[in-house]
């Protein structure tokens, strides 16, 4: 796979290709991944570089309001981060834990994969913003090409996986009228199974003459036609704000899913996109794991 630096370009040169995939962690790296042969040029804009870099990290500091950020809280990660806890700085992400680089935070993630319950998709009055556009159903058809890539055995992680154990583990003795079981299971590489699947290390070891990778790219604008109804191209720039553009026919937006929307010059671009004006500019920053007090 080429992965070249934007740093190794002029500034205000110009990119072009038919789709733009801005962030290249596991979900721009697996939108990528779908374009290899096919005739479409690709170009996926990763912000950090192909490893951590402490000026990149900087990029994912956040403000966090109300979490608790006591001794407790920072042990509590020490245990569940591990080994990567060197990775981030507790100061510049008080709370959750997201990776600058390219593979995205799956750099360091535990690899645990399920598909998503009914629940998950349901309005749920107790919980704000919930419910999504999509249905379960309509992801069916996705789930075994995701396992497929994510290396994971059959898809199921319900009461069925009972039957496929064949009594090899004893189910345990609880009262089934109030507790269902589900199951997961853990992404592996396919070079090493001893490590887990890493997005960017496979994607990187693939070939394809119509995707490249721009590292040490940051999105900071993305512009759109003036009526407000195309999208017309992306301003990018080096951490050292050298700028250059992408134009592109098609771009896709998931660098960073949790916190997108609060890039600073962000906001505009989204008010100014039919029917988004009144939306949420901020999302919520998610992470794994719930910090106890
Ligand atoms: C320690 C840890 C453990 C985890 N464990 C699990 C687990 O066991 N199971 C599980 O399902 N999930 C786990 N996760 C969560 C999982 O890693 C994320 O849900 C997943 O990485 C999200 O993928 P993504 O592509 O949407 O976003 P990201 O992985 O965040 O990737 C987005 C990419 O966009 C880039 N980017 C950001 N802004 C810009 C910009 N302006 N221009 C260009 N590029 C930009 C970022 O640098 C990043 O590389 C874990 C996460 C962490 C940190």
Same mark, same amino acid.
């Given at each position: ?185 853990? @992404? +592996? ?5 001893? !490590?887990?699947? &890493? #997005?960017? =290390?496979?994607?990187?070891?693939? /070939? ?39 134009? @592109? +026919? ?5 660098? !960073?899913?949790? &916190? #997108?929307? =609060?890039?600073?010059?962000?906001? /505009? ?25």
């Amino acid at each position: 796979m080429q992965i070249d630096n934007l740093d190794n370009f002029d500034p205000g040169s110009e990119f072009e290709a038919d789709i733009a995939i801005i962030g290249a962690g596991p979900a721009g790296i697996t939108i990528a991944r779908e374009f290899l042969n096919s005739p479409y040029r690709v170009l996926l804009i990763e912000s950090g570089l192909v490893d951590e870099h402490e000026p990149h990290m900087a990029l994912n500091q956040v403000e966090s309001e109300g979490e608790p950020a006591g001794e407790a809280a920072i042990n509590f990660r020490r245990i569940f981060h591990g080994p990567n806890m060197g990775s981030f700085n507790q100061q510049a992400q008080p709370y959750g834990m997201r990776v600058r680089a390219f593979g995205g935070s799956a750099k360091y993630w535990g690899g645990r994969s399920a598909t998503f319950d009914q629940m998950d998709f349901a309005k749920r009055d107790w919980v704000p913003f919930s419910g999504w556009p999509v249905s379960r159903e309509s992801l069916k058809p996705y789930f075994d090409r995701a396992a497929d890539w994510l290396n994971l055995g059959p898809n199921c992680y319900d009461e069925e996986f009972w039957k496929l154990l064949g009594g090899k583990i004893e189910r345990p003795p609880l009262d089934r009228s109030k507790l269902r079981s589900c199951f997961w299971q853990y @992404a +592996r590489s396919r070079r090493d199974l001893t !490590q887990m699947k &890493s #997005f960017g =290390a496979d994607f990187k070891a693939l /070939d394809s003459g119509k995707v490249r990778v721009l590292v040490n790219a940051t999105v900071t604008q993305i512009e759109i036609d003036e009526d407000g109804k195309a999208f017309s191209h992306l301003e990018v720039s080096t951490i050292d704000n050298v700028r250059s553009k992408v134009t @592109a +026919r098609l771009c896709v937006l998931v660098a !960073q899913g949790r &916190s #997108f929307p =609060a890039v600073s010059s962000w906001p /505009d671009f989204f008010a100014r996109t039919p029917g988004r004006g009144e939306a949420p500019q901020r999302r919520h920053l998610h992470a794994s794991g719930n910090l106890p007090g």
